[in-house]
């Protein structure tokens, strides 16, 4: 029988939580989680925690500043102290440079729409073999006989990794307890072997990656995006240039280009496809938000500072060079969003950050068979998806900045942990951060709505312009499939032309492949979240049990 949230519950262990990811709404989770009586495990692929939002620069390069690149700095101190903290008392297993692949639910996983209830004899046990374990209940480690990951393809036996710098279990295989779910990630930079990790219960908080739309240049080295451009400043303290445009669409733009100018780039103009008479068709709802006002009059008022000319509605046309970027063309948009003729103008420079909004990393999630709605992660009040024992949060289930994922993860990792405990949730526990995450989601749509990229930008692709750089794929190619051949959806287009059949699985060229299609832009399910090489899928497939005769 359930209790309510807050009574006396007494399991025989701690139940275990996989979460994948450590950024704001990983962070956040894992710690809401852990306080209240769950065991966390926590994969991410960076080497350090924090995710784009709190990207660190790596200890060896002993950044006196590193909070000179970021806002909401206390936060970031907060979740920091909180998860070494956890991580001391053996109650957090923190792996680093894992690099989730592939999620198992086996049949330990409840089929009742809730996760099982831990019980007697469901945890990671002492075991002779073990080379080290964590808290007792939480997470252990042990190598099986020295095996690669076996049951990959259904039985999901751990495996063992060849040792990764930061990985608190580095050189081990990590059995977090339970039956319901194995987690596979590939490990290191590399990524060459890979490691099962085992939990009751997974939190998906993937996070999101850029959207990437073509434009003539736009192969030439010097061209970043602003994600990127701003992972080098935040991650490596380099400067993708010395001369640098920013320019697309989205809230993304400014933070990058004041941070460039701060680091001592000549920002030589941040080029928005949005118009400020955009904004004012939402004037409640920003207002609404004081503090988010705040922060954008800051970043205005450093953009000035820096002297960094703010062109609206303007596109980037072209990139020009011979062996790198030179120089960008811009013009102005009209209100349909085609270029209108005659305002084109050259801006030299040496490198082009460049994005156009977000998009959710679904993955994972896909591959357990949960809901996707639109391009987004399907969740609940609590944050869970329609698979039983699944929660997701942050950018997976929505684009909406570090604030909304905290409020997420939060609740997510409340939810998780009162389920994996065997007490029914009270969402009265959470109330404050389900209003923010109410707030936060009505600010985001605003955004969304606002900073779109142009409507007709396929118009300006010449035929020869790359749309899929796995496989060199030209606009050509893809009008020719949508015009002559009939094809009026991208997975046809990917069939006709191979966009989208590369190395990256169309994560690059899936939005620019739809807007040449005319089609509705949709998640591509994909077997696996990442590229696999082969021989950890033939390992693991070797390693497989025999069926058993009777």
């Given at each position: 029988?359930r209790?309510?949230?807050?009574?006396?519950?007494?399991?025989?262990?701690?139940?275990?939580?996989?979460?994948?990811?450590?950024?704001?709404?990983?962070?956040?989770?894992?710690?809401?989680?852990?306080?209240?009586?769950?065991?966390?495990?926590?994969?991410?692929?960076?080497?350090?925690?924090?995710?784009?939002?709190?990207?660190?620069?790596?200890?060896?390069?002993?950044?006196?500043?590193?909070?000179?690149?970021?806002?909401?700095?206390?936060?970031w101190?907060?979740?920091?102290?909180?998860?070494?903290?956890?991580?001391?008392?053996?109650?957090?297993?923190?792996?680093?440079?894992?690099?989730?692949?592939?999620?198992?639910?086996?049949?330990?996983?409840?089929?009742?729409?809730?996760?099982?209830?831990?019980?007697?004899?469901?945890?990671?046990?002492?075991?002779?073999?073990?080379?080290?374990?964590?808290?007792?209940?939480?997470?252990?480690?042990?190598?099986?006989?020295?095996?690669?990951?076996?049951?990959?393809?259904?039985?999901?036996?751990?495996?063992?990794?060849?040792?990764?710098?930061?990985?608190?279990?580095?050189?081990?295989v990590?059995?977090?307890?339970?039956?319901?779910?194995?987690?596979?990630?590939?490990?290191?930079?590399?990524?060459?072997?890979?490691?099962?990790?085992?939990?009751?219960?997974?939190?998906?908080?993937?996070?999101?990656?850029?959207?990437?739309?073509?434009?003539?240049?736009?192969?030439?080295?010097?061209?970043?995006?602003?994600?990127?451009?701003q992972?080098?400043?935040?991650?490596?303290?380099?400067?993708?240039?010395?001369?640098?445009?920013?320019?697309?669409?989205?809230?993304?733009?400014?933070?990058?280009?004041?941070?460039?100018?701060?680091?001592?780039?000549?920002?030589?103009?941040?080029?928005?496809?949005?118009?400020?008479?955009?904004?004012?068709?939402?004037?409640?709802?920003?207002?609404?938000?004081?503090?988010?006002?705040?922060?954008?009059?800051?970043?205005?008022?450093?953009?000035a500072?820096?002297?960094?000319?703010?062109?609206?509605?303007?596109?980037?046309?072209?990139?020009?060079?011979?062996?790198?970027?030179?120089?960008?063309?811009?013009?102005?948009?009209?209100?349909?969003?085609?270029?209108?003729?005659?305002?084109?103008?050259?801006?030299?420079?040496?490198?082009l950050?460049?994005?156009?909004?977000?998009?959710?990393?679904?993955?994972?999630?896909?591959?357990?068979?949960?809901?996707?709605?639109?391009?987004?992660?399907?969740?609940?009040?609590?944050?869970?998806?329609?698979?039983?024992?699944?929660w997701?949060?942050?950018?997976?289930?929505?684009?909406?900045?570090?604030?909304?994922?905290?409020?997420?993860?939060?609740?997510?990792?409340?939810?998780?942990?009162?389920?994996?405990?065997?007490?029914?949730?009270?969402?009265?526990?959470?109330?404050?951060?389900?209003?923010?995450?109410?707030r936060?989601?009505?600010?985001?749509?605003?955004?969304?709505?606002?900073?779109?990229?142009?409507?007709?930008?396929?118009?300006?692709?010449?035929?020869?312009?790359?749309?899929?750089?796995?496989?060199?794929?030209p606009?050509?190619?893809?009008?020719?499939?949508?015009?002559?051949?009939?094809?009026?959806?991208?997975?046809?287009?990917?069939?006709?032309?191979?966009?989208?059949?590369?190395?990256?699985?169309?994560?690059?060229?899936?939005?620019?492949?739809?807007?040449?299609?005319g089609?509705?832009?949709?998640?591509?399910?994909?077997?696996?979240?990442?590229?696999?090489?082969?021989?950890?899928?033939?390992r693991?497939?070797?390693?497989?049990?025999?069926?058993?005769?009777?």
């Open positions: 029988m209790t309510a949230e807050g009574a006396v519950a007494a399991p025989a262990r701690r139940p275990t939580l996989a979460v994948i990811g450590a950024g704001p709404a990983g962070l956040a989770a894992a710690l809401a989680a852990v306080r209240r009586g769950v065991h966390v495990t926590v994969l991410d692929s960076a080497p350090q925690a924090g995710g784009q939002f709190y990207r660190q620069p790596a200890e060896a390069f002993r950044a006196r500043r590193p909070k000179a690149l970021h806002h909401q700095w206390r936060t101190e907060r979740l920091r102290s909180g998860l070494t903290e956890e991580i001391a008392a053996g109650r957090v297993t923190y792996l680093t440079e894992h690099h989730g692949w592939f999620v198992e639910r086996h049949a330990g996983a409840s089929p009742t729409g809730r996760p099982p209830t831990p019980g007697p004899g469901r945890g990671a046990e002492a075991r002779p073999d073990a080379l080290a374990s964590g808290a007792s209940g939480g997470a252990s480690a042990y190598a099986p006989g020295g095996q690669l990951p076996a049951g990959v393809l259904g039985d999901g036996v751990g495996a063992v990794s060849p040792g990764v710098p930061g990985s608190s279990v580095a050189g081990l990590v059995d977090a307890g339970g039956g319901g779910f194995v987690v596979h990630a590939l490990l290191g930079p590399e990524q060459e072997e890979s490691v099962a990790v085992r939990a009751d219960a997974v939190l998906l908080a993937t996070g999101g990656y850029e959207k990437v739309l073509p434009f003539p240049g736009w192969t030439l080295p010097g061209v970043v995006t602003a994600g990127g451009a992972a080098m400043l935040k991650g490596g303290l380099v400067l993708p240039g010395r001369t640098v445009v920013v320019a697309g669409t989205g809230p993304l733009l400014m933070p990058v280009a004041a941070g460039l100018a701060t680091a001592g780039a000549d920002v030589a103009a941040l080029v928005e496809s949005a118009g400020p008479k955009a904004f004012a068709r939402h004037t409640a709802t920003l207002a609404a938000h004081p503090d988010k006002l705040a922060e954008g009059a800051q970043y205005a008022a450093r953009l500072r820096h002297r960094i000319p703010l062109v609206s509605r303007h596109t980037v046309v072209e990139a020009h060079g011979k062996d790198a970027v030179e120089a960008v063309t811009i013009a102005a948009l009209d209100p349909a969003g085609r270029v209108r003729p005659g305002t084109g103008r050259r801006i030299p420079c040496d490198t950050a460049v994005g156009h909004g977000m998009l959710p990393h679904t993955d994972l999630a896909e591959g357990l068979g949960c809901r996707v709605d639109g391009l987004n992660v399907a969740v609940d009040a609590e944050q869970r998806t329609d698979v039983p024992g699944v997701a949060a942050g950018e997976a289930t929505g684009i909406g900045g570090a604030a909304l994922s905290l409020a997420e993860g939060h609740i997510a990792g409340r939810s998780a942990a009162a389920w994996l405990r065997g007490i029914t949730p009270d969402p009265r526990a959470w109330a404050a951060a389900a209003k923010s995450r109410t936060m989601r009505e600010f985001a749509a605003v955004l969304a709505s606002v900073y779109t990229p142009p409507a007709h930008w396929a118009e300006q692709l010449h035929d020869d312009t790359l749309v899929c750089r796995c496989e060199e794929v606009a050509s190619a893809v009008r020719e499939a949508v015009d002559e051949l009939g094809a009026t959806d991208a997975r046809t287009v990917k069939l006709l032309t191979r966009a989208g059949m590369g190395w990256c699985q169309g994560r690059m060229c899936s939005a620019a492949v739809a807007g040449l299609a089609c509705a832009e949709r998640s591509a399910r994909r077997p696996f979240a990442r590229p696999v090489p082969l021989g950890v899928l033939a693991a497939a070797d390693d497989r049990p025999d069926p058993d005769p009777s």
